[in-house]
T-cell receptor, first 110, second 115 residues
């Protein structure tokens, strides 16, 4: 699976959009981009995934660049409960297990 | 849907004793379950992958005789930490993959403290 690079930490004001970047310049054509988050002392929670089109669900939006070398997870209106470590993972769907990097620690402040 | 539970959520034991952690998929059948370990301020590290009815596959560096995994049914996997020592103190998280799909759902984790 391709390697990902994320900033170690980010801050966001409550109510504002949180934009979390992820670089995956070595991604292969059959690899998906997955995002999970882990709130302190809890198990990871699935957020969203995509292949090449932008995706949106009730939690977030995923914007993948045309060359697929990077992506951005957008939390449109961050709340204090969105404070967590966010993991960007690239994997071949169906066959590979989830390998977690260091992620981005997002701190949402009042 | 797709809820994974773990029991216990927290356990404290004496050095040398064994501890069993249960992982259950509550509303789906999981042909594959995964066990992760997370030390403080570190990321999750995959320990082993187990498929129902067969032996678990352990990641490099994980002692299979120390971390016994049983996946006897499609809804239950257990991890037994045998002869636990303080260095085994960690956050243990299981994950289950829904049969036929690629999504993994995670349990809430078990905090193990070995005194």
């Amino acid at each position: 699976d391709a390697k990902t690079t994320q900033p170690p930490s980010m801050d966001c004001a409550e109510g504002r959009a949180a934009n979390l970047p992820c670089n995956h310049s070595t991604i292969s054509g059959n690899e998906y981009v997955y995002w999970y988050r882990q709130i302190h002392s809890q198990g990871p929670q699935y957020i969203i995934h995509g292949l090449k089109n932008n995706e949106t669900n009730e939690m977030a939006s995923l914007i993948i660049t045309e060359d697929r070398k990077s992506s951005t997870l957008i939390l449109p209106h961050a709340t204090l409960r969105d404070t967590a470590v966010y993991y960007c993972i690239v994997r071949v769907a169906r066959y590979s297990t989830l390998t977690f990097g260091k992620g981005t620690m997002l701190l949402v402040s009042p | 849907g797709a809820v994974v539970s773990q029991h216990p959520s927290r356990v404290i034991c004496k050095s040398g004793t064994s501890v069993k952690i249960e992982c259950r998929s509550l509303d789906f059948q999981a042909t594959t379950m995964f066990w992760y370990r997370q030390f403080p301020k570190q990321s999750l590290m995959l320990m082993a992958t187990s498929n129902e009815g067969s032996k678990a596959t352990y990641e490099q560096g994980v002692e299979k005789d120390k971390f016994l995994i049983n996946h006897a049914s499609l809804t239950l996997s257990t991890l037994t930490v045998t002869s636990a020592h303080p260095e085994d103190s960690s956050f243990y998280i299981c994950s289950a993959r829904l049969a036929g799909l690629n999504e993994q759902f995670f349990g809430p984790g078990t905090r193990l403290t070995v005194l």
